[in-house]
C-alpha cells in the first residue's frame, strides 16, 4: 500500500502562488506516474496535472497551462505542484494520486492510490 499526504493549501488572493506538496509512503517503489486532481465545490474531481517517474513527461490541463508546474523529488518520495497567478476559479481541494505501472494517464479511474487532498481558496 502507498499514503498519500497533501499539504501546501490555504486562502491566497488572486495573482497570488502556491505550492502545493505530496507526500508519500510505503511500498513508492511500485509507483510511476504521479497526478493532481482537484474538486470544486457542487462539481466533479477533474485532472490539474501528472508527471512519470523520472519527471521527463508531464501533461497539464489547458485550466492551468502555463500558470502551473508539477515536479518530482524521488528521493523524498515527494510531488510538487507550483500554482501561480491563480484565480478564484481555482478553489478547490486539491488531491494526489497515484498509478502502478506505465503511463501518464489524465483520467481519475487510472490511478491506485489518493491522500486525503488539501484546500485551496482564492479571494477575489
Known amino acids: 500500500q502507498v499514503q498519500l499526504i497533501e499539504s501546501g493549501g490555504g486562502l491566497v488572493r488572486t495573482g497570488d502562488s502556491l505550492r502545493l506538496s505530496c507526500a508519500a509512503s510505503g511500498r513508492t517503489s511500485s509507483v510511476y506516474a504521479m497526478g493532481w486532481f482537484r474538486q470544486a465545490p457542487g462539481k466533479e474531481r477533474e485532472f490539474v496535472a501528472v508527471i512519470s517517474w523520472g519527471g521527463d513527461i508531464t501533461y497539464y490541463a489547458d485550466s492551468v497551462k502555463g500558470r502551473c508546474t508539477v515536479s518530482r523529488d524521488n528521493a523524498k518520495n515527494t510531488v510538487y505542484l507550483q500554482m501561480n497567478s491563480l484565480i478564484p476559479e481555482d478553489t478547490a481541494v486539491y488531491y494526489c494520486?497515484?498509478?502502478?505501472?506505465?503511463?501518464?494517464?489524465?483520467?481519475?479511474?487510472?490511478?491506485?492510490?489518493w491522500g486525503q487532498g488539501t484546500q485551496v481558496t482564492v479571494s477575489s
Open positions: 494520486a497515484g498509478r502502478n505501472g506505465f503511463g501518464v494517464p489524465t483520467t481519475l479511474s487510472a490511478y491506485d492510490y
